[in-house]
């Protein structure tokens, strides 16, 4: 997890990250593309956030110590 957290972000970089998160939120919930569920509603029923926003709170976590 280091790499991710002291990775320059892009929004190239951003994009990947986050189709790579989609993906493998997919996975562990056991839905397709084709099954029509938005990212909110995976994410609301895995209780997870969006892997960018919890890039930002480490990065901002450590910067206040």
């Known amino acids: 997890a280091y790499t991710a957290e002291t990775r320059s972000e892009t929004s190239v970089t951003r994009c990947i ?10 996975t ?5 593309i084709r099954d029509s569920i938005r ?3 995976i994410r609301q029923e ?13 990065k901002m976590n450590e910067n206040s110590i």
Not at 28 to 32: A, G, K, L, R, V
Not at 46 to 58: D, F, M
């Open 28 to 32: 562990i919930s056991n839905t397709t």
């Open 39 to 41: 990212t909110e509603n």
């Open 46 to 58: 895995l209780q997870l956030e969006q892997i960018t926003e919890w890039k930002q709170n480490i």
């Open 17 to 26: 990250l986050e189709s790579s998160d989609l993906k493998v939120l997919r």
